[in-house]
């Protein structure tokens, strides 16, 4: 005979189950939209921010969390997720703020990374995915990883053809503060200086010393062009 309390833990494990399924169960996707390689075609590279799935939160318009294993898709700015033993594609309009984290052994240190689609940026269509750098009530600093394909050669002839095709990554940065938007096709201190175009940027990055081989040296110039109310 089971115990009161036995009976109480069983209650508890079997309705944990059933919210869990229905989590998964209700997770909005659009369907046939996994990107898969074509037939007769190679490609060489990866259109993934990360070739692995990572432990990722998904938060949807109503503000309510899943637990999924994502990963990023820079060539069609989808993020998709591995669900019921298969690779789906979430709807974007249904989950506007996706975040991942993990321990990156290479670096020796925790990789943190939250994409939202709520900005408005000029070129970039409607619900796009932009990663979150910094943000803060006065500015937002994105950035925008996608992956092109360009074709390297094709070999053979007829049906016994096959045409190479190479996943290759861009980044860009945006500062956005208010009306204002500034563009950064590189991280350097040349496309850093000429795009906020002001002395004083010149100024702080020699005293700072920044070289722009790292993020946080753009958040530091951001967070003082803030203080100095100059973005």
Known sequence: MISRNKLIIYIF?????SVLSAQIANLQVSPNQVLREEKGKKFS???FLYEGYKNGLILDFHGEVTTELV????????????NDGKPVIIK????PEIKIEFFDEVLGK??????????VIQ???EDYYFEVIDENKNYVILKDFSVDVVELKETGYGEGSEVTLKY????KYFVKAGDNIYELEKLNKLEVSDT??????KDFIKQEKLKFKEEGDLIRLVQHLNEARAL
């Open 71 to 82: 990963r990023f898709d820079g060539h069609k700015n989808n993020i998709e997720v591995y």
């Open 13 to 17: 494990l079997i309705c944990t189950a």
């Open 168 to 171: 290759v990554p861009k980044i």
């Open 123 to 125: 070129g970039y269509g």
């Open 45 to 47: 590279g990866s259109r």
């Open 110 to 119: 925790k990789v943190n990374h939250v994409w939202k689609n709520k900005f």
């Open 196 to 201: 906020f175009g002001k002395e004083n940027v």
């Open 92 to 95: 974007k309009y249904y989950y």
